[in-house]
C-alpha cells in the first residue's frame, strides 16, 4: 500500500509564510507527478501547484509569484512553499500523486488526508 503523509498546515498571520511537506511512503517504486490541491469552504476543490517529474512546475494564478512547488525524488516528496498568505488562501491543503507501486507497473493518483491552512489576524 501507499500512503501520503502531509505535515506543515496551521495558523498564520497575513503576509506569513507556511511550508507544507507531503511525503509518499509504503510501497512505492517510483511517483510522476505531484501536486497540491486546496478546497475552501463553499468552493471546489482546486489545483494549486503541480510538478511532473522531470518537468516544469505550473501554478494557478492566484498563488504566482507567493508560492513555489518542489520536489525531492530520493525522498518522495513534495513541498509547497507558501510566503506572502492571504485571507483567501485559507482551506484544506490536499497533496496528491500519480505512485507507481513496487508490485504494479501501473499508477494510480493517492490522496493526502489534508491539512488546514488558516490565514487570519
Known amino acids: 500500500q501507499v500512503q501520503l503523509m502531509e505535515s506543515g498546515g496551521g495558523l498564520v498571520q497575513p503576509g506569513g509564510s507556511l511550508r507544507l511537506s507531503c511525503a509518499a511512503s509504503g510501497s512505492v517504486r517510483s511517483i510522476n507527478a505531484m501536486g497540491w490541491y486546496r478546497q475552501a469552504p463553499g468552493k471546489k476543490r482546486e489545483l494549486v501547484a503541480t510538478?511532473?517529474?522531470?518537468?516544469?512546475?505550473d501554478y494557478t494564478d492566484s498563488v504566482k509569484g507567493r508560492f513555489t512547488i518542489s520536489r525531492d525524488n530520493a525522498k518522495n516528496t513534495v513541498y509547497l512553499q507558501m510566503n506572502s498568505l492571504k485571507p483567501e488562501d485559507t482551506a484544506v491543503y490536499y497533496c496528491?500523486?500519480?505512485?507507481?507501486?513496487?508490485?504494479?507497473?501501473?499508477?494510480?493518483?493517492?490522496w493526502g488526508q489534508g491539512t488546514q491552512v488558516t490565514v487570519s489576524s
Open positions: 496528491n500523486a500519480d505512485v507507481t507501486s513496487s508490485y504494479s507497473k501501473n499508477s494510480y493518483r493517492y
Open positions: 510538478i511532473p517529474s522531470g518537468g516544469s512546475a
